[in-house]
């Protein structure tokens, strides 16, 4: 089973992390330099109004008090402008910083007020806030320049009631025009205000979905995988538990059957010591042979068993056609065997395969089918036949021998099961079995007493692969 990169999904968490962090960072600075902004416009709005009230009262009372107030308060806007028009020639510098000052603005704004207005300055509705603004700074400059003509008509003297009236008319003109621009400032810092709230928020949601989403994930593969590896503890335990039994069974036989032609074989010799009859000797002389003849196999079975344990699987060319004639050759010994009839129809020669296991397969499938041949039938038979199809190669070796009764044909292929304690140690074809499975191909059997026996060996054929 395939699982996503772990990794993966932590850096997107942390990925996504840093830019919820540096998002909500720049927000907020954006929207505190907002707030300081339209708290300036209430101090450029308020400077601008009292100014135009000093104004007025100046013109009517001449008092030169108002007129130094009247400058006073119209400096705030006029620090203002200063500051619109350097930052937008010069970028940051100290005299749009001293303008904003002169702007009533709070020392600790400074910052902000500046960063926005370099950075933003064409984003579309700082852009339009900075027109409405540079509209207002042009008001500021011709109330600026009625109160210069008022001042300079105060002082020569000159200053008729008609005039009066003509700048009383035109102060409150630019007066209800700058309140207009003002408002709109406001508005239009307003409304981008709350856009970027909006988009604030969904970015956010956004994210933390994704963080939420990531973490989920992350979560399941991780106890995904815990269960898929507890299960493999399992099957693992399970395997352990069953190695172990085998190896206590194998202890346990090995050890009796090891035994067993020993003690024959001695109680044999003494027999025979105790003999004079040289026809009672041979009789014994070929039954120690068969007891040796026994244990020699037991003994080879065993270096099978364990050689199909250990040696590593090694895919070579082999021949099919060597292997059975090798085998053959080394079975003749066993009785009847020179009596058996063989035929060979090999279809499949040249394979690839591992030899060591095959020559275990083929040597105790013959041996079996010699072993439990039919020494009453007329004929004895045994036929080879090797075959491809659809991918597989087939090796099949059938007998006409003694056949296998039907309630032992689940239990042939375990360890030490035997029918005849006297023919075989029962390893042979739980050895076969595990050789089978070791070079993934398969193993079936079809049997009728008294009529035979057919062992079917199916395994890959990797040069067709
Ligand atoms: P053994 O050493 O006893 O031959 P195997 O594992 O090779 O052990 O075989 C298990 C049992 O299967 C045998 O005891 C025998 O009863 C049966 N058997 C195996 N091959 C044949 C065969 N070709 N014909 C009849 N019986 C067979």
């Known amino acids: 089973m395939r699982f996503p990169n772990v990794f993966v999904l932590l850096l997107i968490v942390f990925i996504t992390c840093a830019l919820l962090i540096c998002i909500n960072f720049f927000t907020i600075k954006i929207l505190s330099a907002n707030r300081a902004y339209v708290n300036g416009e209430s101090h450029y709005s308020k400077g601008q109004k009292d100014a135009a009230r000093h104004l007025i009262t100046y013109l009517y009372t001449k008092d030169k008090k108002q007129w130094k107030l009247y400058l006073e308060e119209l400096s705030v ?39 926005l207005f370099v950075h933003f300055k064409e984003v579309p509705f700082l852009a339009k806030a900075i027109h409405e603004w540079e509209q207002g700074d042009k008001l500021i400059f011709e109330l600026f320049v009625i109160g210069t003509e008022i001042d300079a008509k105060i002082k020569h003297s000159t200053l008729t009631p008609g005039q009066q009236r003509k700048f ?21 810092l307003g409304a981008g205000t709350r856009k970027i709230k909006d988009l604030l928020i969904i970015v956010n949601i956004l994210f933390i979905l994704i963080i939420v989403c990531s973490i989920c994930l992350y979560y399941s593969i991780m106890v995904k995988r815990l269960l898929v590896s507890k299960k493999e503890i399992e099957v693992k335990n399970e395997n352990l538990i069953l190695v172990n039994h085998e190896l206590d069974c194998f202890v346990y036989s090995a050890s009796h059957d090891l035994r067993s032609p020993i003690t024959s074989l001695k109680g044999l010799i003494k027999i025979t ?22 244990q020699d196999q037991f003994i080879s079975d065993i270096i099978d068993y364990s050689k199909n344990k250990r040696a590593l699987i090694i895919m070579e060319p082999v021949s099919l056609r060597q292997l059975f004639e090798e085998a053959i050759s080394q079975l003749m010994h066993i009785e009847n065997a ?43 038979l045994i036929s080879i036949k090797t075959s491809v199809n659809d991918g597989f190669n087939k090796i099949e070796v059938t007998d006409n021998g003694i056949g296998i009764k039907e309630e032992h044909k689940d239990t042939i292929f375990d360890m030490y099961f035997g029918t005849n304690k006297n023919k075989g140690s029962g390893l042979g074809l739980y050895i076969v079995k595990e050789a089978v499975e070791n070079i993934k191909g ?24």
């Open 77 to 115: 806007p006029q620090g203002d402008g200063l500051a619109r028009k350097t930052l937008l020639k010069a970028g940051d510098n100290q005299i749009a910083r001293q303008g904003f000052l002169n702007g009533r603005n709070h020392r600790d704004d400074l910052d902000d007020l500046v960063w």
């Open 442 to 465: 398969n193993i079936s059997v079809s049997s009728q007493t008294e009529i035979g026996s057919k062992f079917v060996v199916t395994i890959p054929n990797y040069y067709a692969t």
């Open 338 to 380: 020179s009596r058996i009839k063989f035929t060979k129809e090999l279809l499949v020669d040249q394979i690839h395969s591992d030899s060591l296991r095959l020559k275990i397969i083929i040597s105790n499938l013959l041996s079996n089918a010699i072993k439990y041949a039919d020494a009453n039938k007329q004929e004895m």
């Open 168 to 188: 009383l008319e035109q102060i409150s003109i630019i007066s209800d025009r700058l309140t207009v621009n003002e408002r709109n400032f406001s508005n239009t």
């Open 273 to 294: 010591q105790l003999e004079d009859s040289v026809v009672q000797i041979k009789d014994y002389l070929c039954l120690m042979e068969q007891s040796l003849a026994k």
